[in-house]
């Protein structure tokens, strides 16, 4: 995961801006996902050595990137998970998940 992170920053010519889902590290403690602290901090460090900006932030998955509404679970296929909102809008899990990451608060 970091030579594969690594090769995209260096194959950049933009400034990177990294978006990570902040994890509650006290919960972790202990836990066999302890690792994953570690991996956060690895990853902040390589963006940080290539001049980019890492923004740690709580992502919400079930929140609508429209409207900001919670959403509810529409369908599922092999690939996707569904989600509508009140608003129409019906959009993948991981989609939202990345809408919100950059637009959400
Ligand atoms: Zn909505």
Redesign the pocket.
Known sequence: MKERLRRILRSTNATPVIVLDEIDSEGLRGSRLQKTIIVEKDVENLVKFHNGIFIKKRISRRY?P????R?RKYGKTRRLELYK?????IIDKHVATSYNAILGP
Do not use: L, P, R
Request: net charge positive; with cysteine.
């Open positions: 609508c429209v409207c900001g509404k959403m909102c009140s608003c129409g809008v």
